[in-house]
């Protein structure tokens, strides 16, 4: 949805996924709202000690948001709390800054993924709660690149047979399952895994550790050459 028309947006549900300083005193600040996909804006004066937005500027929380202006970067009026505190600590938190590096990356600016809103917000509250990041992690990833329109068959192979969970499949980015390797740059798969992934079951082991290959892989793919910051210390932490 192309917002560069519309002047100015109240009480938007919006995250802050990261603020670099702008001038001076001011802040741009990278927004995740709901309606309106990843929003840029300018927090003016937001870096003087006495601004009331500075203290509301704090990823992973859920925020209501105004802003104005018809160009990609907007001006930021306000932000207020909103459906309460969310705590990420130690490897959640890096969990989430990890979330937060993907949706700068691959999503593109003022394109409304509401779906995707949702499952970020439920993410949140589930690393939050402590409950098992790897497969988490692997939840959100999936569905980021589903609702941004990659294509990640998970049922069918590339000639559209139903995959047969006791083979081996190659799985290509772009292509997905291929019964054998010609392009030579797939990651070995157990058709097992792939439907386990489709019924959002990763109670199984090899489950758990061919679906981060498989993320590891296409995430790679859509990225492209410059790596994220934050997928070194995920990795050092065996969660990516």
Wanted: with cysteine; charged share 25%; proline share 3%.
């Amino acid at each position: 949805m192309a917002v560069s028309n519309i002047s100015r947006q109240d009480n938007q549900p919006v995250y802050v996924l990261h603020t670099y300083p702008f001038k001076e005193t001011s802040l741009v600040v990278e927004l995740f709202s709901r309606d309106f996909g990843r929003v840029a804006s300018v927090a003016k004066g937001a870096r003087r000690p006495r601004s009331a937005m500075r203290g509301m500027l704090q990823s992973f929380q859920p925020l209501l948001g105004a802003w104005s202006g018809k160009l990609e970067l907007k001006t930021l009026h306000t932000l207020e709390w909103h459906s309460g505190l969310l705590l990420l600590q130690g490897q959640a938190l890096m969990c989430g800054f990890y979330l937060n590096e993907l949706l700068l990356r691959l999503l593109p600016r003022e394109d409304a993924h509401e779906a995707l809103f949702e499952h970020y917000a439920q993410t949140l509250r589930t690393l939050a709660s402590g409950k098992d990041s790897a497969t988490t992690l692997r939840r959100f990833e999936l569905k980021m690149l589903q609702e941004m329109g990659y294509a990640v068959p998970l049922e069918r192979d590339e000639a559209d047979a139903v995959l047969d969970a006791e083979r081996d499949y190659y799985y290509v980015a772009e292509h997905g399952a291929c019964r054998n390797n010609a392009l030579q740059n797939g990651v070995l798969l157990s058709g097992k895994t792939l439907l386990d992934m489709a019924r959002d079951d990763y109670s199984d082991l090899q489950t758990q550790i061919q679906s981060k290959q498989l993320m590891r892989i296409l995430i790679s793919h859509y990225l492209g050459d410059k790596p994220l910051h934050t997928r070194q210390l995920l990795l050092d932490l065996q969660e990516i």
